[in-house]
């Protein structure tokens, strides 16, 4: 070691020590104006809107933009998603219910979503969370919509058709699941396995391989599964981080699921439409009636106007025994004139069209 290194050291820790302080002084000077923001907006109207997901999706994107590294830029996103959580709690703090319970991926999502500043509380179901959601008794709620490895949450999409809510944002959340035991059982003596149905579903190959002899009972959500391992012998749990950390339980396998690009897409429900952020996306529910041409005619307009449709799925109409409804993303946002001009097009030749929402790509 040479005889410069302890001064080098001395010296970059000092400079570590003014920006640290330059960033203290930073942050609450961002804090002060985010509390100006909120004392103009309630001056200007009452029941005035703090949050606003377009405005925080551009601010992300545009620190993405800057971002030189050496962090990364998701990372950069991450740690002022996290500022502005904390800002907005000073404006109005924000309460979101989510699809419970505790350590669920649905609350990871929420916390990724709206930081760690937000008021969330876990429901016991998807109705729930609309419930609380139109009552008024949240801002906002945070439901999964589809599996990249086992598809569409049917439920979620039913309670679209009976609530006037709209989609103010998504999430976007990268699913690992892990083989969790307490401390009293041993990985040689694992004879039934808890977990979520769909989580058997996504871990099917590595149980077949690994555990091909043990139990499987489904429970409610994988937090459940977490908890009743906690104290059982010879059990073990299929669950997340969030899961993990909660219960106190040991990983006897990690990220066991048989995809590796295995994902959950996460829809924030609220009562605002969300104006353009410059990356939106639209999702749409479409009634047709059951003629011939009927699918062809719905998505021609979309075609024809090169509209970059992500997703269409398709469920029975409860206000007819041969009618069907269309679910259907699509890039863009409904204020835009090529959008509009085919949400016209598509009222035109359809029985019912409901907007569901406009509102950003997930950044995140």
């Known amino acids: 070691m040479s005889d410069t290194t302890p001064i080098d050291l001395e010296a970059l820790r000092d400079r570590i020590d003014e920006l640290d302080s330059q960033l203290l002084m930073l942050m609450n000077e961002r804090a002060e104006c985010a509390q100006r923001v909120a004392q103009v907006k309630t001056a200007a109207a009452a029941g005035a809107v703090f949050y606003r997901p377009e405005r925080e999706a551009q601010v992300l994107r545009r620190i993405m933009a800057l971002n030189k590294g050496p962090l990364d830029s998701e990372e950069v996103a991450r740690l002022f998603r996290e500022l502005m959580s904390a800002c907005l709690a000073l404006e109005q703090p924000i309460k979101v219910a989510y699809l419970g319970p505790e350590g669920t991926f649905t609350q990871q999502a929420t ?116 908890r009743l391992v906690k104290t059982e012998w010879h059990s073990a749990a299929i669950a997340g981080d969030m899961s993990a950390k909660l219960y106190g339980l040991t990983r006897l396998a990690e990220k066991i699921e048989d995809r590796p690009d295995n994902s959950t897409r996460f829809l924030i429900i609220g009562n605002q439409d969300v104006p353009m952020s410059g990356e939106d996306k639209t999702s749409i529910v479409v009634a047709m009636r059951n003629q011939p041409g009927a699918l062809h005619d719905l998505l021609e307009p979309f075609h024809r106007h090169q509209i970059d449709m992500t997703r269409l799925e398709t469920r029975p109409s409860r206000s007819g025994v041969w009618n069907y409804v269309f679910f259907i993303d699509f890039k863009g946002h409904r204020d835009e004139p090529r959008v509009a001009a085919v949400l016209e097009e598509v009222r035109l030749r359809a029985a019912e069209v409901k907007v569901l929402g406009s509102y950003p790509v997930g950044v995140l």
């Open 111 to 226: 916390l990724k979503h709206f930081g760690e500043s937000a008021v969330s509380l876990p429901m016991a179901a998807i109705d729930e969370v609309f419930r609380e959601v139109e009552a008024g008794a949240v801002n906002y709620g945070v439901v999964p919509v589809e599996n990249s490895t086992e598809g569409v949450i049917n439920h979620t999409l039913d309670s679209f058709m009976d609530s006037g809510l709209r989609i103010c944002g998504e999430v976007v959340l990268r699913i690992h699941h892990h083989l969790l035991v307490g401390e009293t059982t041993r990985q040689d003596k694992v004879t039934r396995i808890y977990s979520h149905p769909q989580s058997f579903a996504q871990c099917r190959k590595w149980l077949d391989a690994h555990y091909p002899q043990a139990e499987r009972v489904p429970v409610s959500s994988n937090a459940e599964a977490a």
